[in-house]
């Protein structure tokens, strides 16, 4: 929301509204045609064997070979907007646009001609609806026009994939419906709206509604797709007419509810997550505009403690407010999206950024925001099934670089961002870190067993002999996102080994070490990737001398240090001296969600002065004046890697203990041993 005086708008969104995917001309889920996977598997033999033989390759080689056009990927769509045109606000003095952290309550206010106008906008989770309630201290002075807008492109091509085709109708009872299917893929999507007046008159206009003397106007709203996370078809099979009557009644029940009951019931389950954790740095009450506090900001004294409490909690806030079980995981702009060819579609990239969305969600007791991600990355493990059969002929499940709502697991050819294996590993671990802050065996077993063997399954398959010392590497093997391809990159053995190390951990636990025997085998043989070269950093290559970007954004060689955990100041000094070393070569600056990422680091190095200083120059340098990060642009991930920074700063879990005040300026600070598991609270 925006909270303009005379014309305001209520940007619309919901996750599963995508282009692409199943129904989209020639898509196959990145998977190779069936014609070419015999030259496609020969192609790879050939880029092994010329890595082996010559140590690297040029990315744009190995995509040129491996690579193909993006076939029916598709793109996170806004779903149009509210418009609304106010009347008598001219002369309007004393106004304040907020948001209200402890109750995901935004408020506009304002007087105009002796009346005080307020507007309150809230995201209901347990209505599934978007409510504005629009009110005067006098009665009669409540009149607006509200119309919906399509938002379509301005480009004609992505207009035809849009709403493109949206019918948009009124209805005398106030409601505006909102009736199509996406052009490309077919899916089918409804929105309701419904205008309720207290006093006053209701006509309709073209597209819309307009209420003149009211005492009040309330807006709900709602929209949804027939989407389902549910691969192959991702659809939930239900009519159109099925589709409306699931969207109208969510709307109706909650006009029969009420603005004040919603409001109660938002506030009320909100505020079970959010208050869970409270961060108390001694500040002082900020009494400027947050822009002005953030232009002011020097990372010192008590504002500036303010701030970086608010920005702290803007990320929990951000977090419960774009990951709730039921939907889709939170994307690269959370929930947030004003566009139909939104930054790289606004997707999930997978070599960092989904994973850095839910970093800080344990950590701040908010487990049940992990739901949509578990979700996901289970669906994501069935679809990758059939594409590592495809792409590699191997057991287990994969996914690349970037993947979508349709189970895009397979490959496109951008020679930077194409190849990341890996990816199933890491997303994978979630179930193994859902597992130890719970503890529950059946989720362990029923839940995360399936998806960590399947993809442990593939890295068996996938990793092969090393020439040079006989050890198991990744060939090939890439570190994201520059230099070139090599065998054996750092961040694909550590995260291999991780995951080796992660399913043997849970087989013991379950009592199936008679099921992962190869795995073992495989465990006692790989490259574990954590190497010092002779200029004393952490090698990101196997081999020195392989040339990388000093000043990168990506540190993807330190993934042990965090979010793993076979790299520490207490367990492996040197190691971490390197990582130290490395971090310092990449330096202080990069993109927004490159600096959170550091603040881990740092906080994992026992540093809390540089720590602070890399959450420093997030805020100064890489901070909308509404708190959002910047890469550019938005990209959510840097708002949740900063607030898990500072719970890395505050309470760390080691392999078998709970730190206490980690990141002290000249100490490791209390460590609490013998748990069990990590703990669920700071």
């Known amino acids: 929301m925006f909270g303009q005086l005379a014309t305001d708008e209520v940007l619309l969104n919901e996750k599963t509204l995508w282009t692409g995917g199943p129904g989209s001309?020639?898509?196959?889920?990145?998977?190779?045609?069936?014609?070419e996977i015999e030259s496609r598997r020969a192609n790879l033999e050939r880029v092994r064997e010329t890595i082996n033989q010559q140590g690297?390759?040029?990315?744009?080689?190995?995509?040129?070979?491996?690579?193909?056009?993006?076939v029916g990927y598709g793109s996170y769509q806004s779903f149009g907007k509210l418009r609304m045109q106010f009347d008598g606000?001219?002369?309007?003095?004393?106004?304040?646009?907020?948001?209200?952290?402890?109750?995901?309550?935004a408020t506009v206010s304002y007087e105009a001609n002796g009346t005080t106008f307020t507007r309150e906008y809230l995201a209901s989770e347990p209505d599934g609806v978007i409510a504005l309630r629009i009110s005067a201290d006098k009665p009669g002075q409540v009149s607006v026009t509200t119309t919906f807008d399509r938002n379509a492109s301005t480009s004609a091509a992505l207009d035809k994939q849009g709403l493109a085709q949206a019918a948009i109708t009124t209805s005398a009872d106030g409601g505006i419906a909102v009736d199509g299917a996406l052009a490309d893929n077919g899916l089918r999507y409804h929105a309701d709206t419904r205008i309720d007046a207290a006093g006053g008159d209701v006509t309709e206009v073209p597209d819309g509604i307009r209420v003149t003397g009211a005492d009040s106007v309330t807006l709900f709203w709602s929209g949804g797709t027939d989407y389902e996370l549910s691969y192959p078809d991702y659809r939930?099979?239900?009519s159109a007419d099925a589709l409306r009557a699931r969207i109208q009644s969510r709307v109706d029940a909650a006009a029969a509810k009420g603005y004040d009951a919603v409001r109660?019931?938002?506030v009320a389950d909100y505020r079970e997550l959010f208050d869970r954790v409270t961060l108390d740095l001694d500040a002082t009450p900020l009494t400027t505009h947050t822009d002005d506090a953030l232009a002011a900001y020097r990372g010192q004294g008590g504002a500036?403690?303010?701030?970086?409490?608010l920005y702290y909690q803007f990320g929990r806030y951000l977090l419960i407010s774009s990951s709730r079980e039921g939907s889709l995981p939170a994307n690269l702009q959370g929930v947030w999206n004003n566009r139909n060819n939104p930054p790289w579609s606004a997707d999930y990239h997978t070599n960092i950024n989904l994973q850095m969305n839910y970093w800080p969600a344990l950590s701040s007791n908010l487990a049940e925001t992990t739901k949509p991600y578990l979700a996901y990355v289970a669906d994501l493990a069935r679809a990758g099934a059939d594409s590592a059969r495809n792409v590699f002929g191997h057991d287990g499940w994969m996914v690349m670089n970037e993947t979508t709502p349709f189970g895009f697991t397979g490959l496109?050819?951008?020679?930077?961002?194409?190849?990341?294996?890996?990816?199933?590993?890491w997303t994978a671990q979630a179930f193994w870190w859902e597992y130890l802050y719970g503890g529950d065996e059946e989720f362990l077993r029923e839940q995360a067993w399936p998806v960590l063997k399947g993809a442990a399954d593939f890295w068996v398959d996938y990793l092969s002999e090393d020439p040079r010392d006989g050890s198991l590497v990744a060939n090939p093997s890439y570190s994201p996102e520059h230099g070139p391809f090599t065998a054996g990159a750092a961040m694909s053995q550590q995260i291999a080994t991780e995951a080796f190390d992660t399913v043997l951990a849970a087989a013991s636990i379950l009592g199936k070490?008679?099921?992962?025997?190869?795995?073992?085998?495989?465990?006692?043989?790989?490259?574990d990737g954590l190497h010092i070269g002779d200029d004393g950093l952490l090698r990101e290559w196997k081999a020195d001398g392989v040339a990388g970007e000093a000043q990168h954004r990506h540190s993807s060689h330190l993934y042990a240090l965090f979010p793993g955990r076979a790299n520490s100041p207490t367990a492996t000094p040197q190691l971490a001296k390197a990582a130290e070393a490395s971090l310092n070569d990449r330096g202080d600056g990069g993109t927004g969600w490159s600096m959170a990422c550091k603040v881990n680091f740092w906080a994992h190095l026992l540093d809390g002065d540089h720590a602070h200083r890399m959450l420093r120059n997030m805020i100064s340098n890489s901070t909308y004046p509404n708190l959002w990060d910047v890469h550019p642009p938005f990209q959510i991930d840097g708002n949740f890697g900063a607030t898990s920074g500072v719970n890395e700063m505050l309470v760390q879990n080691e392999a078998d203990s709970v730190a206490v005040l980690p990141a002290g300026a000249s100490s490791p600070g209390c460590t609490t041993t013998g748990a069990s598991s990590p703990s669920a609270s700071p």
């Open 25 to 35: 001309s020639g898509y196959r889920y990145g998977n190779y045609p069936e014609s």
């Open 56 to 70: 690297s390759m040029d990315p744009g080689a190995v995509a040129s070979l491996l690579g193909q056009p993006k």
């Open 89 to 105: 606000v001219d002369g309007a003095v004393g106004y304040e646009r907020s948001l209200d952290l402890e109750q995901a309550l």
């Open 236 to 238: 939930t099979g239900e």
């Open 264 to 266: 109660a019931d938002h």
């Open 304 to 309: 500036d403690r303010a701030l970086e409490t």
């Open 412 to 425: 496109f050819d951008w020679s930077t961002a194409f190849w990341f294996p890996e990816a199933n590993a």
């Open 513 to 527: 070490d008679a099921e992962v025997a190869d795995v073992a085998a495989a465990r006692a043989q790989i490259d």
